[in-house]
């Protein structure tokens, strides 16, 4: 306990980075970007933008 | 030792032979008083400072503790300055008589371990060392006694200003004075009050030899940082699998079809992950023209469908600087958070021309997979060197903060 007293920061930076390791893991391996162009989704039926309208007539 | 009187005001005084008692300051009128056997001698006058110092001193006269499984009386305490800026040393005795010193400096404590000619060498590096650790120069001055209050082991010239150089590795300071080493270690006010039953107030600044907790940790942290970049890299080549250089769908669009005209269908084709990143190019041989494409990938199984445009501009000419160009015949995105599905590419193109540019008739695009996209990589990167970074910032910060109490400029020191 005292020696994680101690070192609380690299403790800190340990869980830290795992968790951003994890996560960036979790994400390659799921193909999530992080960055990126995010489409603008249309359930069908649902009201959209008008420049792809024409695409429903 | 035989009893004796205050050569000032004849008041008994009771120095301890067992302690080496040189200077007694008299408990009734202050006056320093020089022991040499049965012989009391005048030293000099104090004035109200003494006093004072018997009540405000970090630890009062006769205290009694276990400092490091030691027990020890504080017998002497002595006010120190060098100009405005002061300081306490106050002699503690153990059970055999042999007196030790604390240093206290802005509330901070630090223990007499070494004193005498040899606890520093010279190394071949030009450095003073103290137990293998490389002492950088701090400050120098010249002290002089303010008040005293108890007995010393030695004779105070209350008139004399002694020469001091300080010397520094945390938590180790190792003072020069009179062709002697004194050499203390830092220890935590917590373990002060602890050993002595006493409450003091917080030390205020960093010590001078404060051991910084972030050069304890930065060997560990510094491997943290690099482990966790090496399984950052390491996992994101081996969970991401790499771009694919066949695209999944690709198609030529008409550009010149009617606005109204029913968008051209490409594909289907199959997306696995649960969420995919996909890289959109388009490309049209535009000449001072441009050409844009509306897309939309249709899901077969949900019908819901994910819109993008994309398009591409390229423009020349001449003017009074010579050629230029602007812009480019191929354009790409990447497009994230696609479902898992089989999609079709529904896709409708428009172009444009202008200063009598030409039009292409039709443009291409092609859809890639890109798995584990870059970013993340760099994300990651970022996000565990930022707190590195942080820790960094703040180990500076720490010791900016204690070598604004010195003269010199911050020297390594191990």
Same mark, same amino acid.
């Given at each position: 306990?005292?020696?994680?007293?101690?070192?609380?920061?690299?403790?800190?930076?340990?869980?830290?980075?795992?968790?951003?390791?994890?996560?960036?893991?979790?994400?390659?391996?799921?193909?999530?970007?992080?960055?990126?162009?995010?489409?603008?989704?249309?359930?069908?039926?649902?009201?959209?933008?008008?420049?792809?309208?024409?695409?429903?007539? | 030792?035989?009893?004796?009187?205050?050569?000032?005001?004849?008041?008994?005084?009771?120095?301890?032979?067992?302690?080496?008692?040189?200077?007694?300051?008299?408990?009734?009128?202050?006056?320093?008083?020089?022991?040499?056997?049965?012989?009391? #001698?005048?030293?000099?006058?104090?004035?109200?400072?003494?006093?004072?110092?018997?009540?405000?001193?970090?630890?009062?006269?006769?205290?009694?503790?276990?400092?490091?499984?030691?027990?020890?009386?504080?017998?002497?305490?002595?006010?120190?300055?060098?100009?405005?800026?002061?300081?306490?040393?106050?002699?503690?005795?153990?059970?055999?008589?042999?007196?030790?010193?604390?240093?206290?400096?802005?509330?901070?404590?630090?223990?007499?371990?070494?004193?005498?000619?040899?606890?520093?060498?010279?190394?071949?590096?030009?450095?003073?060392?103290?137990?293998?650790?490389?002492?950088?120069?701090?400050?120098?001055?010249?002290?002089?006694?303010?008040?005293?209050?108890?007995?010393?082991?030695?004779?105070?010239?209350?008139?004399?200003?002694?020469?001091?150089?300080?010397?520094? @590795?945390?938590?180790?300071?190792?003072?020069?004075?009179?062709?002697?080493?004194?050499?203390?270690?830092?220890?935590?006010?917590?373990?002060?009050?602890? @050993?002595?039953?006493?409450?003091?107030?917080?030390?205020?600044?960093?010590?001078?030899?404060?051991?910084?907790?972030?050069?304890?940790?930065?060997?560990?942290?510094?491997?943290?940082?690099?482990?966790?970049?090496?399984?950052?890299?390491?996992?994101?080549?081996?969970?991401?699998?790499?771009?694919?250089?066949?695209?999944?769908?690709?198609?030529?669009?008409?550009?010149?079809?009617?606005?109204?005209?029913?968008?051209?269908?490409?594909?289907?084709?199959?997306?696995?992950?649960?969420?995919?990143?996909?890289?959109?190019?388009?490309?049209?041989?535009?000449?001072?023209?441009?050409?844009?494409?509306?897309?939309?990938?249709?899901?077969?199984?949900?019908?819901?469908?994910?819109? #993008?445009?994309?398009?591409?501009?390229?423009?020349?000419?001449?003017?009074?600087?010579?050629?230029?160009?602007?812009?480019?015949?191929?354009?790409?995105?990447?497009?994230?958070?696609?479902?898992?599905?089989?999609?079709?590419?529904?896709?409708?193109?428009?172009?444009? #021309?202008?200063?009598?540019?030409?039009?292409?008739?039709?443009?291409?695009?092609?859809?890639?997979?890109?798995?584990?996209? #870059?970013?993340?990589?760099?994300?990651?990167?970022?996000?565990?060197?930022?707190?590195?970074?942080?820790?960094?910032?703040?180990?500076?910060?720490?010791?900016?903060?204690?070598?604004?109490?010195?003269?010199?400029?911050?020297?390594?020191?191990?």
């Amino acid at each position: 306990m005292s020696l994680l007293r101690a070192h609380w920061q690299t403790a800190a930076h340990a869980v830290w980075s795992t968790l951003i390791v994890g996560l960036l893991g979790a994400a390659d391996f799921y193909g999530y970007a992080v960055f990126g162009e995010t489409p603008e989704q249309v359930a069908p039926g649902q009201q959209h933008s008008h420049i792809y309208l024409r695409f429903h007539k | 030792m035989p009893t004796l009187t205050c050569p000032s005001c004849h008041s008994p005084l009771q120095p301890h032979a067992e302690f080496g008692t040189e200077t007694i300051v008299c408990g009734h009128c202050r006056a320093l008083v020089g022991i040499d056997g049965s012989q009391a #001698t005048p030293l000099g006058r104090q004035d109200e400072s003494s006093a004072r110092l018997a009540s405000e001193a970090p630890l009062r006269l006769g205290a009694r503790g276990t400092l490091r499984g030691k027990p020890v009386t504080v017998t002497g305490i002595l006010e120190r300055a060098d100009g405005d800026y002061t300081w306490h040393e106050i002699a503690i005795a153990d059970a055999a008589g042999d007196v030790g010193w604390l240093w206290v400096d802005r509330g901070h404590f630090s223990l007499g371990v070494c004193e005498g000619k040899q606890c520093v060498s010279y190394g071949a590096d030009h450095h003073y060392h103290y137990q293998g650790h490389k002492l950088a120069l701090f400050n120098k001055g010249k002290a002089r006694v303010v008040a005293a209050v108890g007995e010393f082991p030695f004779k105070i010239d209350a008139a004399a200003l002694s020469e001091i150089t300080d010397y520094i @590795a945390p938590p180790y300071v190792a003072s020069f004075e009179d062709a002697a080493w004194w050499v203390f270690e830092y220890v935590p006010l917590a373990d002060i009050e602890r @050993a002595f039953g006493v409450s003091c107030p917080a030390p205020v600044g960093i010590g001078i030899n404060q051991p910084a907790p972030y050069q304890r940790q930065r060997r560990a942290f510094g491997l943290v940082t690099v482990a966790a970049l090496l399984a950052a890299i390491l996992i994101h080549f081996a969970a991401g699998r790499a771009p694919i250089a066949a695209p999944l769908v690709a198609g030529t669009v008409d550009l010149l079809a009617a606005k109204d005209a029913p968008p051209e269908s490409f594909g289907p084709f199959t997306l696995e992950r649960r969420w995919n990143s996909l890289e959109v190019e388009v490309h049209a041989p535009v000449v001072n023209a441009w050409a844009d494409l509306t897309l939309a990938l249709v899901s077969q199984e949900t019908g819901r469908s994910y819109w #993008t445009s994309r398009g591409v501009e390229f423009y020349r000419g001449v003017d009074s600087d010579g050629p230029w160009t602007e812009g480019s015949t191929v354009s790409t995105a990447l497009v994230r958070s696609i479902p898992a599905g089989t999609y079709v590419l529904l896709a409708h193109g428009e172009a444009g #021309t202008w200063n009598q540019g030409s039009a292409p008739p039709a443009a291409e695009v092609r859809i890639f997979d890109h798995p584990a996209p #870059t970013s993340n990589l760099l994300l990651a990167i970022v996000a565990v060197l930022g707190v590195a970074g942080l820790y960094l910032f703040a180990a500076h910060r720490f010791e900016s903060a204690r070598w604004q109490m010195s003269d010199y400029e911050p020297k390594e020191y191990t």
